[in-house]
């Protein structure tokens, strides 16, 4: 079976790790250039001071190149659901080979369980290498944005796209099952996979564990470092919210900042009125707090883990569906 | 003896289309059956649901004396080569016997190798270059080498030319005689059927009309020719199929257990493919079937 499973496939197992191939050594390149530009870049700013903003500045010079090697982790397994997956059926039973297939001394449900674990696992492995290979590449960029959870990364980088592979796969054999026609399942196949890569982190990503609660003193320290400074309304509505510094973490929600009597601290206005320059020192001498709620950063690998279970269980769910169903069709 | 196919009030419902409807039969082992019928009769149906890749919608069908497709076991007992026989285009004629050494564990790769060298088929060449009769003889050797107790073929001959299709039974006649295993064979065509079936089964309006041994139904069916009379006077324990009166004649086709002795008439056989006629058209002509295919429309 696992025979047949590769001679029917080897063709497109072939191509898809020649074109993996491909971008490797694309990734090796670019990547080993991105290391040096990274290191010069780093050893500039320690001499000569300012590396905040030379570390953006490198981020955002790789960042487009970034964009597309990141949507072709994300869209590869995608792909693989789609032009692997829902053909996997719907073509035998287009071309009337099921007939063939299932009448040899191989019982429909064993047949379905080794060609659907065959074809997943090439896709796995396609999608984890290629993982693997851009969480290397990304290595540099990832240090000087020092945002991993940022939804574009978080979902090109270490195991999820194991998780979405296998997920997509089952995607598509259950679609080509139920729907028996090989173009719209393709179609189902891409549509589901991409809106589940759209509700996952803006829905349920950010509940997977309960976030952590903290509470910074706004001194002029944590001022100095801080991403951004914001005045939101005006008078007595008016709400100061600082970006507060947590690399790597996820910040999912900040209150406006308070005064020590706990109310929300109406002042910034008129310590701008003082100009720019004081404005950091007036803000900082008001003695504030803001609380925030975030996944700290050293939960990724928790979060990495927990999401690509999340996405493998759905494809034994998805896998166990398209069993019950192929034993009903005819 | 476990009787090679039974049926019992096995029907089969698309929608609201029936497909087959309330077939009973039992087959006894051993035996190569025709199944004849129009195109839509329900034989490929009744062949599917043979082979376990449809499910009755009422009904119960044993083959072999096991539920259809039930397990590896029953799968291996029973070799199919379905419509228009679909084969793997892309795969090589070698390819398709390693699929079935694979596939199958009662495999005779020997004979497998046997029938494509007597066919001289290519094993390099793609299934998919294959012509009609070469990809039904693939699917032959396919469905033959995994050693079946029963082959169910649907319709193996219809896309054949004349010699092909020759070739074609004769190899599959071949297989029997050889292996001694039971065969259910379908076709529109009585002819197709006749040099080598010895049981008959006709489908029509999606119901059993007819269904025996070969001999016993020509030995008990005749026509009588005689003038003009009315049924109603031929010897009791006579059944009339079908009745033809021109203005001095008559013309019955009657089932009969006993010899008809009627000096006023001549009694003659029937060939298979008369008999196989007579029970179509009786089909075509009941009440009930016009209303059917109206509903079918």
């Known amino acids: ?330 | 003896m476990t009787a090679m196919l039974e049926a019992s009030g096995l029907s089969k419902l698309y929608g609201r289309h029936e497909a087959l409807s309330d077939c009973t039969l039992s087959v006894p082992a051993g035996r190569v059956v025709g199944l004849v019928g129009a195109n839509g009769a329900g034989k490929t149906t009744l062949l599917k649901m043979a082979c376990g890749l449809v499910a009755p919608t009422s009904g119960t069908i044993k083959v072999l004396g096991e539920s259809p497709a039930a397990d590896a076991a029953q799968l291996a007992k029973v070799g199919y080569v379905a419509q228009d026989t679909p084969v793997y285009a892309r795969l090589s004629v070698a390819d398709h016997l390693r699929l079935g050494a694979r596939l199958n564990p009662s495999w005779d790769h020997g004979l497998a190798e046997r029938r494509i060298r007597q066919l001289g088929l290519n094993p390099a060449q793609r299934a998919g270059t294959l012509s009609g009769g070469q990809r039904a003889q693939l699917a032959l050797a396919l469905a033959v080498a995994k050693l079946p107790e029963l082959l169910i073929l649907d319709e193996p001959v219809a896309s054949l030319d004349p010699l092909a299709r020759r070739t074609f039974l004769r190899n599959l006649m071949e297989y029997v005689a050889e292996h001694s295993a039971g065969v259910v064979l379908s076709s529109h065509l009585v002819a197709d059927l006749e040099r080598v079936c010895d049981y008959l089964v006709v489908l029509a309006g999606s119901r059993v009309r007819l269904a025996g041994e070969v001999d016993e139904l020509l030995a008990t069916h005749v026509r009588i020719t005689g003038p003009r009379r009315d049924p109603g006077t031929l010897p009791t324990g006579v059944e009339v199929i079908q009745a033809d009166h021109t203005d001095r004649q008559s013309t019955f086709i009657v089932r009969t257990d006993t010899p008809i002795d009627d000096s006023n008439c001549s009694v003659g056989e029937l060939s298979l493919e008369d008999l196989v006629l007579t029970y179509m058209a009786q089909a075509a002509t009941e009440p009930g079937h016009g209303i059917l295919s109206e509903a079918a429309r």
């Open chain 1, 1 to 330: 079976m696992i025979w047949l499973t590769w001679r029917q496939h080897r063709s497109q197992i072939v191509v898809a790790f020649a074109a993996l191939g491909a971008v490797a050594i694309t990734l090796a390149i670019t990547g080993v250039q991105l290391r040096h530009s990274y290191d010069d870049t780093l050893a500039g700013c320690r001499a000569h001071g300012g590396c905040g903003t030379a570390l953006a500045a490198f981020g955002s010079q790789y960042g487009l190149l970034e964009t597309y090697v990141s949507a072709v982790l994300i869209a590869v397994p995608g792909l693989i659901g789609a032009f692997w997956g829902a053909p996997l059926v719907t073509r035998e039973l287009e071309t009337g080979t099921y007939q063939l297939a299932w009448s040899q001394s191989v019982p429909r449900t064993r047949w379905l369980v080794v060609k659907l674990g065959s074809v997943a696992a090439a896709g796995m492995a396609a999608s984890g290498l290629l993982s693997l290979l851009v969480t290397w590449w990304a290595g540099p960029l990832d240090h000087a944005h020092a945002d991993r959870f940022t939804p574009e990364a978080f979902a090109a980088r270490g195991v999820v796209p194991i998780g979405y592979a296998a997920f997509a796969v089952a995607l598509g054999v259950v679609s080509g099952v139920l729907i028996r026609r090989t173009v719209p399942a393709m179609a189902v196949t891409l549509a589901v996979f991409a809106a589940v890569q759209i509700v996952m982190p803006l829905a349920v990503r950010p509940v997977l564990m309960p976030p952590a609660r903290s509470t910074v003193a706004l001194d002029a320290g944590t001022l100095a470092a801080a991403s951004s400074i914001e005045v939101r309304g005006s008078g007595s509505d008016s709400r100061l919210y600082v970006g507060l510094s947590h690399p790597d973490s996820w910040v999912l929600s900040k209150d406006p900042a308070v005064d020590p009597a706990g109310r929300a601290y109406q002042g910034a206005e008129s310590c701008l009125a003082a100009g720019q320059a004081q404005f950091t020192a007036c803000v900082a001498e008001a003695g504030l707090q803001q609380a925030e709620t975030y996944q700290p950063a050293d939960r990724y690998w928790r979060f990495q883990w927990f999401e690509a279970a999340i996405f493998l269980a759905l494809a034994g769910g998805l896998a166990g569906l398209g069993l019950w169903a192929v034993r009903r069709l005819e």
